[in-house]
């Protein structure tokens, strides 16, 4: 059976986020879960944007449009709740 991995987010870039990892099998409930936190990052959405512009301005050279998927990659500093990624 596949494994199933589920990394859960709470926090913003300026105060550190709260961290569980979950792992289980897929279809029941984690059989492991840690827990941590991220310390703050407040500039990392700038250094971000600073990576992401020559990719953007590639892109864009050969023809590919700029898609919300670009926009929406990284999140506002907004608090961020229960991403999960599966």
């Not at 792992?23 to 840690?34: A, K, M, V």
């Not at 959405?45 to 670009?70: D, F, M, T």
Request: aromatic content about 8%.
């Amino acid at each position: 059976m596949a494994k199933l991995v589920t990394l859960k987010l709470d926090g913003d870039f300026e105060e550190g986020f709260r961290v569980t990892l979950e792992i289980g099998s897929e279809g029941e409930g984690p059989e492991t879960e840690l827990t941590g936190r991220l310390p703050p990052a407040p500039n990392l959405v700038n250094h971000y944007h600073e990576w992401r512009s020559p990719i953007a301005v590639w892109g864009a050279l050969c023809g590919q449009s700029k898609s919300n998927e670009w926009q929406s990659v990284v999140p506002s500093t907004t608090r961020v709740r229960d991403y999960a990624i599966a």
